[in-house]
């Protein structure tokens, strides 16, 4: 079946423009994750929802960065006022539900490079 | 602020030997994982090991769980040129909703 797809796959945005990356995850998942990936570094955790509920935000930078998943299913995370430092891989990912045995299946990315 | 470490940073070996990776983490946890990535597939689940068992097989992957040391190992057995990536473990913590990973292993295996 189909695997957690983002987009866009590349985003650059001119210092202060404002960036929305969008997640599907794969149906029928209730959590998803969404992660900052500097180069050569492991996935931070930014947010984690459970269906429609944000239940972690502890990992957002800032005020700027905000994520919604109104219906449950899809997800987006908004950068307002891009910053240099915001550039990083932003990673998705999905499990069917949290905890004790469950997977992650990560989407490929969206590059975000903020000139 | 990412709890697991990865032991070593880097590690470089020929085809057909052993490798072993280490990770540390901090708090009590509901399950450690380990995961790859690599330029061609992101990261990609390997194992994912609970917090009251002691070890796990896959294939050629071994992975061990001390929760007394908070420590884990994955060991990766006759290693192939495929297997060079990156690869970090991942933890859950008991009542939080956090994955916190590793900053990962680089290996690289030589043809």
């Known amino acids: 079946g189909a695997g957690v797809s983002q987009s866009p796959r590349y985003k650059v945005a001119k210092r202060g423009q404002d960036v929305a990356l969008r997640c599907d995850p794969i149906s029928g998942h209730v959590s998803l994750f969404w992660y900052q990936q500097a180069l050569g570094q492991g996935p931070e955790f930014l947010t984690y929802f459970q269906n429609e509920a944000q239940l972690d935000k502890s990992g957002l930078p800032s005020d700027r960065f905000f994520a919604e998943r109104p219906e449950g299913s899809v997800s987006t995370l908004k950068i307002q006022r891009t910053q240099q430092e915001d550039s990083a891989v932003y990673l998705c990912?999905?499990?069917?539900?949290?905890?004790?045995?469950?997977?992650?299946?990560f989407g490929p990315g969206t590059r975000l490079t903020v000139t | 602020s990412q709890q697991g470490e990865e032991d070593p940073q880097a590690l470089s070996i020929q085809e057909g030997e052993n490798a072993t990776m280490n990770c540390s983490y901090k708090t009590s946890i509901n399950n450690l994982q380990w995961y790859r990535q690599n330029s061609g597939r992101g990261l990609v689940h390997l194992i994912l090991?609970?917090?009251?068992?002691r070890e796990k097989h896959s294939g050629r992957l071994r992975v061990t769980l001390d929760t007394s040391k908070k420590s884990s190992s994955l060991l990766i057995t006759a290693s192939r040129a495929a297997d060079t990536a990156s690869y970090f473990c991942?933890?859950?913590?008991?009542?939080?909703?956090?994955?916190?990973f590793g900053a990962g292993t680089r290996l690289f295996v030589k043809a």
């Open positions: 090991i609970r917090s009251n068992e």
């Open positions: 991942a933890t859950e913590r008991t009542g939080g909703f956090k994955t916190i």
């Open positions: 990912a999905s499990s069917f539900n949290r905890g004790f045995s469950y997977e992650q299946y």
